[in-house]
């Protein structure tokens, strides 16, 4: 079951250019921006503004959470995710320059850009998710599977974990 559902978590980001992306105001209230993303696994990697609020609320509050839908011809056919993630500032030149090729991979436009001092005002943040719900119509109007991620990869579905917890051990 987790592998399936790892797959097909990976198909929709795979579908997906963009998120929408909530990160926590200095006032306590959620703003909501949508940003184009790439993705090593499970693992996803955004570029904004070094000076932007998007910025400045993930220095100071790592919580985020971002949901994303792939293009669809029907509702029976509607996918998506939605994570709650912790966001780090990428500085580590390794992780960057893996970054960057995906960046490329993914946006081939990007190499015709010509204000690299444009691009100098970029920061990367990457995104660790905690919890993932899968959305899948295909099984069912509204059908989600909700399941921890632990070390980049699905450790197991909610559900399950919920029961373990309700269940006493024998």
């Not at 987790?2 to 978590?9: D, F, H, R, S």
Request: hydrophobic content about 40%.
């Amino acid at each position: 079951m987790k592998e399936a559902l790892k797959t097909k978590a990976l198909e929709i980001l795979d579908a997906c250019h963009d998120l929408a992306i909530a990160t926590v105001r200095e006032d306590g209230f959620p703003q909501a921006t949508t940003v184009s993303f790439v993705h090593n696994g499970l693992t996803l990697y955004v570029g904004v503004g070094k000076g932007s609020q998007k910025a400045r609320n993930m220095r100071r509050d790592k919580r985020v959470s971002m949901t994303m839908t792939a293009p669809y011809k029907d509702w029976d056919s509607i996918t998506g995710l939605s994570m709650a993630a912790h966001a780090d500032e990428v500085d580590v030149i390794d992780e960057m320059d893996l970054i960057g090729k995906l960046m490329l991979k993914r946006f081939p436009e990007i190499a015709d850009m010509d204000d690299a001092a444009e691009m100098g005002e970029a920061t990367f943040f990457r995104f660790t998710p905690e919890v993932m719900s899968i959305l899948d119509y295909s099984k069912g109007f509204g059908h989600a599977d909700t399941v921890k991620v632990d070390e980049y990869d699905i450790a197991e579905s909610l559900e399950s974990m919920q029961h373990r917890w309700l269940i006493p051990a024998a």
